[in-house]
């Protein structure tokens, strides 16, 4: 495959920008071409590939991995290590597609135009060094052709909340506007609608879209449409609370992008450093239920739905991959299409895929993000295969 979404792959991209591992990492297929595909071994029997994964993740230094899929109506769920099969977790960057979920029913519903440039909505906020709401849309805030700079990407910001200062910092509590004037201290990456570039700050600004046009945070449009006609029972939007709620399993990361550097545990942060870009908890089930949901048709009408799976062309990083609304499709080794998300953040790396009629769904998580490869566990469940070392 063109990009393997793996641990390491996410570090030695933290080592050329001067990020750490776990900056709600995009997608990796933004991080630019990779190694071509290892030679792959079929899979014995349904679902040994994704085990076989799963294993190899804690073989290579993982504490615990997880991963649960749907195939129809029969359910699989593979563990190693020290995760359960019920586990929740921080899901990071998944969250984005709840939020852009969100901004296409209030859209549906005639509450907002995704065409509406940001400073209708948000006037004056998106200003300082070059950036200008005026020029920029909300649907250029939820596929990434926005410009605006990733407020992760602040060497600053980095080491207070990714970096060493997070064990001091762990508990500080950022408010949206915060978070989005790290950004404006920095100059755009591009006009806005030129090109592409993944940034939090995008989802910061989606989420704080979604108050104004509601007048309520958030998190409450995301439990009154998603969670709860969904019955998510383990999915939440922790807004201030710092804590996990059980079953979970403990999440380790070195804040280093070196792999040898001493291991914390980094279950308990503020939420708030992420927001709208991230904050998330849910585990494999309700992921899996969320995203089968969507694209089968029961969170947002057809049309809603063709525009968020209308693509951004990412194809000069992977070959047949997009990014959509808050979506992201890629083609996979066996050349079987998937979409859905993935999500990085402290000690957590999740991915969440489905098949484009939602039969065929899976959602992992591993509790480390200096070592692991996911991208195998999306290709052994999907393609049936597991690359030979």
Known sequence: ?????????????????????????????????????????AAKKDHAATQAALRAAVVDGVPGAVAQARVGGRSWTGTAGERGGDDRFRVGSITKTFAATVLLQLQAEGRLDLDDPV??????????????????????????????YNVTADPVFQEKVFGPGFLEHRYDRWTPAQLVAVAMEHAPDFAPGTSWNYSNTNYVLAGMVIEKVTGRPYGKAVENRIIKPLKLRATSVPGTDPTMPNPSSPAYSTLSADGNAPVHDVSELSPTLAYAAGEMISDSRDLQTFYRALFQGRLLPKAALREMTTTVDLSEHRLGAGYGLGIMKQ????????????????????????????????????????????????EGEFCGTFPEK
Not at 33 to 41: Q, S
Not at 125 to 138: A, E, F, L
């Open 1 to 41: 495959m063109a990009t393997a979404r793996t641990a390491r792959t996410v570090v030695a991209t933290a080592l050329a920008a001067g990020l750490t591992v776990t900056a709600l990492a995009a997608p990796a297929l933004a991080a630019g071409p990779a190694a071509p595909a290892a030679p792959a071994a």
């Open 119 to 148: 400073e209708k909505w948000l006037p004056g906020v998106v200003r300082g060094n070059g950036h200008d709401g005026r020029r920029i849309t909300v649907r250029q805030l939820l596929n990434h052709t926005s410009g605006i």
């Open 331 to 378: 083609k996979l080794d066996c050349g079987k299409e998937v979409w859905g998300h993935g999500g990085g953040i402290h000690g957590s790396l999740s991915e969440a895929y489905t098949t484009r009629d939602g039969r065929h769904s899976l959602a992992a998580n591993i509790n480390a993000d200096w070592t692991g490869d996911t991208q195998a566990i999306i």
